[in-house]
């Protein structure tokens, strides 16, 4: 681990430096908001932002990824087998990705890449991926993240952590991918470690008395899931939901997808699209039964998920980052931190 000091009058000439061996993502606004995207080798990463509509989710794990395709040509040797499609993955950074985030990317590696099963596009994409990280200096109001184990300075799941001092950007270099980019951008003012580290402990306890949001999650643990299941309050939970997904594509934790296929021609491509919980047609099998097949499953299935069997089964917290997307976005203002206090507070009426 190393700090590097980095002239904000450098940055840009340094990340356009980086183009040469990194494709690159950052923020970027637009008539919608603030998006990650992909960036032009003319769009430089909007450092000022303060919250992106959307996560850095989509840089792994893409809308809609073409995943496999045949030929269907009978003439062809090989037709109709199913071959992997040709992607890039050439080295990526994603600049100015919040915390909570990288934190949510951590979160979603523990179902991609597991000992038993990895998913081959999503690993692919995330060693090819250097997430170069920015503190959050200003904590928006629905940023709940310090009660759910993350917050504005968490180096979890960064190759490198920035720090904003106006005219500067310190930078905390956590991993050899996050040294290879600095590298990459000519970034080496060495800074010096001990007073560096004590400026980050600053500006981090700083933020961290900004954020004004809450949630509880100590007793979920030990309730069971049956009870939680079978509570009477999803009824209530579920009532003003209109099943619209936002909350789901919103959220950074959120991996559910589906499998389509199309042929053009003679050519037949397999795609996986995001899906959502959320969606009766998500869960609707071929003869027609749904096992959710009502609007209560829906919504008890998506804050169990994130609340209660992600936690029993990972042991790594609830698979919620606190970055009130979700909160924010609802059309119909269903709020995780109001579910969270419910199903934590809940006692079994015997
Ligand atoms: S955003 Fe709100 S209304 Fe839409 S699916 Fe989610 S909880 Fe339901
Ligand atoms: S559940 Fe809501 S608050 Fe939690 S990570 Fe997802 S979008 Fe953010």
New binding site residues.
């Given amino acids: 681990m190393k700090f590097i000091t980095i002239d904000k009058k450098d940055w840009t000439k340094g990340i356009d430096k980086s183009r040469e061996t990194y494709q690159l993502f950052g923020p970027v606004k637009d008539k919608n908001g603030c998006l990650i995207k992909k960036l032009d080798t003319d769009v430089q990463p909007d450092m000022e932002y303060q919250e992106s509509v959307m996560s850095a989710k989509s840089v792994l794990f893409p809308q809609t990824e073409k995943i496999l395709n045949a030929n269907l040509n009978e003439s062809v040797e090989d037709h109709h087998i199913m071959k992997r499609s040709l992607t890039d993955y050439s080295p990526r950074a994603v600049l100015g990705i919040r915390p909570y985030d990288a934190k949510a990317i951590a979160l979603v590696k523990l179902n991609f890449d597991t000992n038993e099963f990895k998913d081959p596009y999503w690993c692919d994409a995330y060693d090819a991926t250097v997430f170069v990280g920015l503190g959050i200096t200003k904590p928006g109001p629905f940023d709940f993240s310090t009660s759910v184990g993350t917050g504005p300075f968490c180096e979890e799941g960064l190759d490198i952590l920035l720090a904003d001092l106006d005219d500067k950007y310190l930078a905390k270099v956590l991993t050899q991918k996050g040294d290879a980019y600095a590298i990459a951008c000519g970034f080496d003012v060495k800074a010096d470690e001990k007073e560096s580290q004590v400026l980050f402990d600053i500006l981090r306890k700083e933020a961290e008395k900004n954020i004004v949001s809450f949630v509880e999650t100590d007793k979920l643990k030990e309730k069971t899931v049956l009870e939680l299941h079978e509570a009477p309050f999803w009824d209530d939970v579920a009532f003003?939901?209109?099943?619209?997904?936002?909350?789901?594509y919103v959220c950074p934790t959120c991996w559910c997808f589906d499998i389509q296929d199309e042929t053009k021609q003679k050519q037949a491509t397999r795609f996986r699209n995001w899906d959502?919980c959320?969606s009766p047609l998500f869960t609707r099998h071929a003869t027609g039964h749904n096992p959710r097949g009502n609007k209560i499953q829906r919504?008890r299935q998506?804050f169990m998920h994130k609340l209660k069997y992600f936690l029993d089964k990972y042991d790594q917290g609830i698979m919620c980052v606190g970055c009130g997307r979700?909160v924010k976005?609802?059309?119909?203002n269903?709020d995780i931190r109001e579910v969270c206090l419910t199903m934590n507070t809940f006692e079994k009426q015997e």
Wanted: aromatic content about 0%; charged content about 5%.
């Fill in positions: 003003s939901c209109i099943n619209c997904g936002t909350c789901t959502t959320m919504v998506r979700c976005s609802c059309p119909v269903i």
